[in-house]
């Protein structure tokens, strides 16, 4: 049973526009929520997290945000830029901290 | 540089044939862990493990046995590999316990495996 899911399996963006990826997980025992950004035939790497104490978390273009009451978090590209064209994976981890779940990815577009 | 190794990066193999997949990290972590990637499954963990000889089963652990003998090595090992096994997977690391305060876990580039 998928515990973290991404319900958009791809998503077009005009390039200096904001991109809006979604997550929503299921298991109120995560603690933690992650972004992974991944290009073709590389493995996946580290974006931007979250801790469940906080709502927000900023990054230069990119922030996520948490909704624990809905089970939701969101990830905003602003502006985003054609180089940010991959797919990107929420992942959550437990409270032990030992077990990563990931969602199924959404592949990201941004049309020049 | 700081980086995770897999070999081999791609493999075609049959049915019963016992492999290994090879995984080794620079960056003197302590937790390391296995993924494989699916279509429209996303990532999914196989093994991980806090440190040396302490593994433990991710979500999918059936058909996959782990070894942590060294710090910096993780391999993957499919003793009897099945056609449901073809994926690609990656191996990654992180310091502490979970990736440590950040949850940032390095990957690397992945293996591409084939079972017949």
């Known amino acids: 049973d998928q515990q973290v899911k991404q319900n958009s399996p791809s998503l077009s963006v005009q390039e200096g526009r904001i991109s809006i990826l979604n997550c929503d997980y299921t298991n109120s025992m995560f603690d933690y929520f992650l972004w992974y950004k991944k290009y073709p035939a590389e493995g ?69 | ?65 782990v070894s942590r003998k060294e710090k910096r090595n993780f391999p993957l090992i499919l003793e009897s590999p099945s056609p449901n096994q073809t994926s690609l997977y990656f191996c990654a690391s992180s310091r502490g316990w979970g990736g440590g305060p950040t949850g940032e876990l390095f990957f690397g580039e992945g293996s591409r495996l084939t079972v017949l």
């Open chain 1, 44 to 112: 996946p790497t580290f974006l931007i997290s979250i801790s469940s104490i906080k709502d927000k978390n900023e990054d230069g273009r990119f922030t996520v945000f948490l909704n624990k009451s809905a089970k939701h978090l969101s990830l905003h590209i602003v502006p985003s830029q054609p180089g940010d064209s991959a797919v990107y994976f929420c992942a959550a981890i437990t409270n032990t901290g030992n077990q990563f779940y990931f969602g199924t990815g959404t592949s990201l577009t941004v049309i020049p």
């Open chain 2, 1 to 65: 540089e700081a980086q995770v190794t897999q070999n081999p990066r791609y493999l075609i193999t049959v049915t019963g044939k016992k492999l290994t997949v090879t995984c080794s990290q620079n960056m003197n972590h302590e937790y390391m862990s296995w993924y494989r990637q699916d279509p429209g499954l996303g990532l999914r963990q196989i093994y991980y493990s806090m440190n040396v000889e302490v593994t433990d089963k991710g979500d999918v652990p059936e058909g996959y046995k």
